[in-house]
């Protein structure tokens, strides 16, 4: 396979290219793009330095698939080059996932999907949506899934290189502080908010993922996002989704409180059971996103019955953003062709 990475010096990007050599992707030439800035700067491939090349100025020919993490704005230009060019596009950005004519895939949930591309193009979802995705399946399957209540609690890598430095400077700055004023007396310690977030982060949670969208119901994309992305991997048009996206001073890990409705009962037992051997999901009794930082799978537990709504569960999950929710999913859907 001859492979592209663009976005390749950033978090995603970074992350990519170890998970090609991760699992022994089978390359036999591979080339890095990224925007002007970056061009002419070298990466690694294994005892290789690959020279950083110009998206916006590049001859794609002779690319068999393309792994692309570099924005919407970029992707929406680029990734129709790639694809007339002759490769298959798998991009990460948020540019393509709506599209009727461009499928959105989970590995382990809908890789049925990706046979038909009519751009060229195949769609990563949003990170949060693709840790639940693999877990939701199965259930789905057993018992046909109605109506999502999710709260998640969203890693500042979400952001960001820049959302992550943020957080560690913040910290850094609270504990130069004075730690009793900040631990006894928290309205006392003030702390301006960021370039990435509505509010300090550190020491904090801020009930705002994502900017607002403009359109009276007073939500912010990330939830609008996990609505929509949820019903077309899914396959449910009508899956009713109420979200509250929630960010939270973790550096690395995406968690999801999650309560279900079904149209057919679904006992606590036979949803643990059904997820066992589950791919993509491992069960534990207290999920955390730090259990879940450098891992593939999601981790998922604290099953309950829900008294709220009828065939009602509720559970818990933690996924690594950074991998699953991006890298990890694209290299998957690479492999898929091979």
């Known amino acids: 396979m001859r492979i592209a990475v663009v976005g390749a010096s950033g978090q995603v990007g970074a992350a990519i290219r170890a998970i090609l050599a991760e699992r022994q992707y089978p390359v036999e030439h591979i080339r890095y793009f990224g925007s002007s800035r970056s061009a002419g700067s070298t990466l690694p491939w294994g005892e290789q330095l690959i020279s950083v090349e110009d998206s916006a100025t590049a001859d794609f020919s002779g690319i068999d698939i393309a792994l692309m993490s570099s924005g919407a704005s970029s992707s929406r230009v680029v990734a129709p080059r790639l694809a007339e060019s002759g490769a298959i596009v798998i991009d990460n950005s948020s540019a393509w996932r709506m599209d009727p004519d461009v499928p959105l895939v989970v590995a382990e949930v809908n890789p049925h999907a990706a046979q038909q591309r009519p751009k060229g193009i195949i769609a990563n979802p949003n990170c949060t949506t693709m840790a639940a995705m693999p877990v939701l399946k199965p259930l789905h399957v057993a018992a046909g899934l109605r109506s999502l209540v999710v709260s998640t609690y969203q890693a500042v890598s979400g952001a960001g290189r820049s959302g992550v430095e943020e957080l560690a400077g913040q910290v850094e700055d609270s504990i130069a502080g004075d730690i009793r004023r900040l631990t006894f007396h928290g309205d006392a ?150």
Do not use: W
């Open 189 to 338: 310690f003030s702390m301006a908010a960021g370039e990435n977030f509505p509010g300090s982060i550190a020491h904090n949670v801020l009930p705002k993922a994502g900017s607002m969208v403009d359109d009276g119901l007073f939500e912010t994309v990330e939830e609008q996002k996990l609505r929509f992305e949820s019903r077309k991997i899914l396959e449910i048009p009508d899956l009713l989704v109420d979200a509250t996206c929630v960010r939270v001073p973790v550096f690395t890990g995406h968690s999801l409180s999650i309560t279900a409705a079904f149209e057919r009962p679904l006992s606590v037992q036979d949803a643990m059971a059904l997820l066992r051997d589950a791919p993509g999901v491992v069960l534990h009794d207290m999920p955390t996103p730090r259990m879940a930082a450098g891992k593939d799978p999601t981790y998922v537990g604290r099953f309950r019955r829900s008294e709220t709504v009828a065939h009602g569960l509720s559970m818990f999950m933690s996924n690594d953003n950074l991998r699953k929710g991006a890298a990890l999913n694209a290299v998957q859907i690479a492999e898929l062709f091979l």
